[in-house]
């Protein structure tokens, strides 16, 4: 209950910074827009409160709303009204029409959700495109159409209609992509990490030579496709580095650029008249915007997929390490219980043997012998069995020791001859470290001596300022990795491979039919 109400006074506190920040954000969106529009010569561009407004309503709970839509009335009153001077009742006639669609588009939005992010479902995405960029524009301008015949305003410019729906789908498809974004915790830009300075250059950079091209070109009716196609390499090199926010933000500085060469006669979307020139330059930046979407989308889609990717993997590698690290404690109990029990008791039983063969008759003292070196036999067995599951040479003598009983206490009086070379820096090598050379070069014995059929292997350890290094080859009969089934590679060489990269390290495997076998093993060593 306590942490209910704390989220209420959390959720209530916020109430007047989102009022705040939709007042000013309105207002700045119209001395924007507006900018553009005294540019075109009286023409809509791009119209960006509706935009603002529409992505703050989509961010906040709906009983805010009618806060949210009077907050951005007010911003937009005092731009047109207190900066720009124009009548207060013709003006709230038009902006009361623009803006009432909204909250109804916000509802529509907030009714179409998919079980995945936004940015990474295409279908949830068209449906929410196709209410953003086409029913909502549409009706503003179906009201201000309605309503701008009964203003003071020119009706050429407020009845445009098709201007109009444009000003409004380009101020929605520049802005809310990048809100989205943004927004989105699940988004790429998120974990992309900072934006280098030299991308923000270059891009600056291309989109300035862009401007020179259409300035010097655009007047070749012959190149007209290749200069319309020429900001495609800009757009999408957005798109990857900075996805739909940065897509978003290159497109509107072109489109700012575009206007200003149309209006002085240059570039590509230059027409006969100022209203064919801004259709021009309006259809054409939609249709790149919307190009531009699905490039991030896709792109959106690929990295969510990368990212899912490496978590499992993260997920897989941490579970094989408490896997490990489990193996390693049971072996260390099971080693316990072998040498301070069963061999005790073995050790027990060899003593009242010893014992019975001095009571028994001659003729059986020699089958009560025979159970006692059996017995002994058995204790041994158990012995080398406890230290090969837990090496109590590793934190007692030292690596070199334990690599050493390794090789002598293999059973194998004949070949493959067994090579061991252990620097004395070995000694300092950590804890975890040495243990993980020691059980690789355990396994890696094991399965030379097992499957190899060879007649020397090799071991050898090598320990430098920042790695240590661990080599295994022998002159067996060798195979073909890339012809090894995943379930006959076994668990040797998963445990090794894993056990190499839990420590941050790299397991390299090289063999060729006839060729033997050659693994290395790389470890990084901690720097003081």
């Known amino acids: 209950m306590a942490e209910t109400q704390a989220v209420r006074h959390e959720d209530a506190g916020r109430g007047p910074m989102w009022l705040g920040g939709v007042f000013v954000g309105c207002m700045a969106a119209q001395l924007l827009s507006y900018a553009l529009w005294s540019r075109q010569g009286g023409t809509h561009i791009v119209w960006f409160p509706g935009a603002v407004l529409l992505g703050a309503l989509l961010a906040t709970p709906p009983r805010r709303w009618p806060w949210l839509v009077t907050a951005a009335f007010a911003g937009l009153l005092v731009a047109c009204v ?77 009845g445009d209609r098709t201007n109009v729906a444009l000003a409004h789908a380009l101020g929605y498809v520049l802005y809310l992509p990048a809100w989205t974004s943004l927004r989105s915790p699940d988004a790429s830009v998120r974990h992309a990490g900072r934006i280098p300075p030299v991308f923000v250059a270059a891009m600056a950079c291309a989109i300035a030579l862009l401007g020179v091209i259409w300035h010097t070109l655009g007047t070749h009716a012959r190149l007209l496709p290749l200069l319309c196609l ?33 209006v002085g006669g240059h570039g590509p979307f230059v027409a006969p008249s100022l209203q064919d020139t801004t259709f021009a330059v309006q259809l054409w930046t939609l249709g790149a915007t919307l190009c531009a979407i699905a490039v991030s989308a896709l792109v959106e889609q690929r990295q969510a997929g990368q990212r899912a990717l490496d978590n499992a993997r993260n997920d897989m590698r941490e579970l094989a390490g408490r896997l490990i690290a489990t193996q390693e404690h049971e072996r260390a109990r099971l080693a316990r219980d072998l040498h301070d029990d069963i061999n005790q008791r073995l050790a027990a039983t060899s003593i009242d043997l010893s014992a019975l063969r001095r009571r028994v008759p001659a003729t059986l003292a020699g089958e009560v012998g025979d159970v006692q070196a059996r017995v002994i036999g058995l204790a041994e067995d158990l012995r080398l069995m406890s230290h090969q599951l837990h090496p109590g040479w590793l934190s007692h003598a030292g690596l070199h020791e334990a690599l050493h009983a390794l090789c002598t206490s293999t059973g194998r ?116």
């Open 230 to 262: 020429a900001p495609a390499p800009i757009l999408v090199a957005a798109c990857l580095r900075a996805q739909m926010a940065g897509s978003s933000a290159a497109m509107f500085v072109i489109v700012v650029m575009a206007a200003q060469l149309s």
């Open 413 to 528: 009086s004949g070949p493959p001859r067994i090579d061991l070379s252990v620097p004395p820096d070995a000694a300092t090598l950590p804890g975890e470290v040495a243990l993980c050379v020691y059980r690789i070069a355990q396994e890696g014995l094991r399965n030379a001596l097992d499957h190899a059929g060879a007649s020397r292997v090799t071991i050898a350890v090598a320990v430098c300022a920042h790695h240590a290094a661990l080599h295994i080859d022998d002159d067996g009969r060798g195979f073909d990795p890339a012809r090894l089934p995943v379930q006959a590679s076994g668990m040797g060489l998963i445990s090794m491979n894993e056990r190499a990269r839990l420590l941050g390290g790299r397991f390299d495997l090289r063999s060729a039919p006839g060729k033997g076998v050659q693994l290395c093993v790389h470890l990084p060593l901690a720097t003081p």
């Open 82 to 158: 207190g900066l720009f001077r124009l009548p207060l009742g013709d003006t709230m006639g038009v902006l009361g029409a623009a803006l009432a669609p909204t909250p109804m588009a916000a509802w529509a939005l907030r009714r179409v959700h998919g079980e995945t992010p936004l940015l990474q479902d295409i279908g949830t995405l068209l449906v929410r495109g196709a209410i953003v960029v086409v029913a909502l524009p549409i009706a503003s301008a179906l009201l201000i159409g309605l309503v701008a015949p009964h203003t003071s305003f020119d009706g050429a410019v407020l």
